[in-house]
């Protein structure tokens, strides 16, 4: 039988409609044929695996956004060197094709009590210096774009990282981690909780972020760590 190349898929990937919706939420996706699984939903794209082949993740971006498409091509282009992100395969118009990344997002760790170690931390540290190398400036690093994989990490959704600023997301989470993951190490975090954190999140930010001030709003929500016995 011939072995599956990714644009085989192409036909079904084009026939899927992604909306974008207002403001930073979730995009809407139409029905997907039996042969295509959604494995993820961002504010810009959704993702999708072709049942012949777990090794291409199809990243499909919601309509008008192919500004997007362009910018994150050419991103991976220039990350081709680092093992610390996808491979890059090919695209079209609407959609790219990156390799797909076993392993769960740092968010997805935080509810199921999945241990984050100081070593994926100092991981990210070092693919962000890898971006950087490469001509890059990493930006939009928060929990849902960290992939753990067992011991290992993988640095997902790099369109933004062709724009110049700081964003200091991954600063603001570092210092975070530092200060209060002890806390809540291994412990199962509620979705609702991390909406929460996400929704203050936003709110302070425009005034001027600090950790340590975030933490006292915060801690009062946190059940001290049960002793271990
Ligand atoms: N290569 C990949 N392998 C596995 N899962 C992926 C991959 N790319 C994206 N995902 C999943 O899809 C979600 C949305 O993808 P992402 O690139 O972050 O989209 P957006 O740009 O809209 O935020 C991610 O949070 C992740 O769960
Ligand atoms: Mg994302």
């Not at 362009?70 to 959609?95: D, M, T, V, W």
């Not at 760790?109 to 962000?128: F, H």
Request: net charge neutral.
């Amino acid at each position: 039988m011939k072995e599956f190349h990714w644009k085989d898929a192409v036909p079904l990937i084009e026939s899927l409609i992604v909306k974008a919706g207002e403001g930073n939420v979730p995009v809407e996706v139409g029905s997907v044929p039996t042969e295509l699984q959604c494995i993820g939903i961002g504010t810009d794209a959704a993702v999708f695996v072709h049942s012949a082949s777990s090794r291409y993740a199809f990243k499909v971006y919601a309509e008008g956004l192919e500004k997007k498409r362009i910018n994150e091509e050419r991103a991976y282009q220039k990350l081709s060197g680092s093992s610390y992100y996808p491979i890059f395969y090919g695209s079209g118009e609407r959609f790219i094709v990156i390799s797909f990344e076993s392993g769960i997002h740092l968010y997805d760790c935080l509810i199921t009590g999945t241990y984050i170690s100081p070593e994926v931390i100092e991981q990210v540290d070092k693919a962000v210096e890898e971006a950087r190398l490469a001509g890059l400036n990493p930006r939009d690093i928060h929990l849902k774009n960290i992939i753990l994989q067992g011991r290992t990490i993988k640095l997902i959704d790099v369109s933004e990282y062709v724009k110049p600023g700081n964003d200091e997301r991954w600063e603001h989470l570092k210092e975070g981690y530092r200060l209060y993951y002890p806390l809540i190490a291994s412990k199962k975090v509620s979705p609702k909780f991390l909406d929460f954190v996400k929704e203050q999140y936003e709110k302070q930010k425009l005034a001027g972020f600090s950790a340590k001030r975030f933490g006292r709003l915060l801690l009062p929500f946190v059940k001290k760590k049960e002793p271990e016995s």
